[in-house]
T-cell receptor, first 116, second 109 residues
Framework: DSGVTQTPKHLITATGQRVTLRCSPRSGDLSVYWYQQSLDQGLQFLIHYYNGEERAKGNILERFSAQQFPDLHSELNLSSLELGDSALYFC???????????????FGEGSWLTVV | LAKTTQPISMDSYEGQEVNITCSHNNIATNDYITWYQQFPSQGPRFIIQGYKTKVTNEVASLFIPADRKSSTLSLPRVSLSDTAVYYCPGGTGFQKLVFGTGTRLLVSP
């Protein structure tokens, strides 16, 4: 158990809909990261928040957005869903704002999103 | 922005030693090298981390040459349960957070 909690574990929704994925980081961690993993693709970095502020953006679509709240939990909002958005979405957390200097990232178990 | 490079896949048999090499051409002076392991339908998990020379823990060894432009993850006497994807994220800027496709290791009986 990494200490990172993601809900829901599974979600099935229709194209065009909007969903929200929730993440609670490990106790004391200020950084939250979101990743997307499709069957035929690797682990794609989406976005990084540190203590409520966006720190880095990766391959995140404009239809997707995220935020980190004062209690440090984070939400990933996916809108106008398409079939290709079906994937496993991971949240991860770390103590510091940078992964340099030995800062390790801890991943949750993921949220399975199926768009039909 | 350059990131790390590692083989897409490797095959091995139970009991053999497996070495997976990753190139870190743009590693920064203060960056550590970290390897992660991912089993199907699970999140990646930390395996080992080092800055230079050799690091060993109960799971693996990590070899880093003096120029730190590469690293080699060594798994001694692999078993079927070592079948997984192994990542060595790194690079400049947000590339440090890019895991990519990793190296898919398949261990056969």
């Amino acid at each position: 158990d990494s200490g990172v909690t993601q809900t829901p574990k599974h979600l099935i929704t229709a194209t065009g809909q909007r969903v929200t994925l929730r993440c609670s980081p490990r106790s004391g961690d200020l950084s939250v990261y979101w990743y997307q993993q499709s069957l035929d693709q690797g682990l794609q970095f989406l976005i990084h928040y540190y203590n409520g502020e966006e720190r880095a953006k990766g391959n995140i679509l404009e239809r997707f957005s995220a935020q980190q709240f004062p209690d440090l939990h984070s939400e990933l909002n996916l809108s106008s869903l398409e079939l290709g958005d079906s994937a496993l979405y991971f949240c991860a957390s770390s103590a510091a704002w940078t992964v340099s200097s030995g800062n390790t990232i801890y991943f949750g178990e993921g949220s399975w999103l199926t768009v039909v | 922005l350059a990131k790390t490079t590692q083989p897409i896949s490797m095959d091995s048999y139970e009991g053999q030693e497996v070495n997976i090499t990753c190139s870190h051409n743009n590693i920064a002076t203060n960056d550590y090298i970290t390897w992660y392991q991912q089993f199907p339908s699970q999140g990646p998990r930390f395996i080992i981390q080092g800055y230079k020379t050799k690091v060993t823990n109960e799971v693996a060894s990590l070899f880093i040459p003096a120029d730190r432009k590469s690293s080699t993850l060594s798994l001694p006497r692999v078993s079927l349960s070592d079948t997984a994807v192994y990542y060595c994220p790194g690079g400049t800027g947000f590339q440090k957070l890019v895991f990519g496709t990793g190296t898919r290791l398949l261990v056969s009986p």
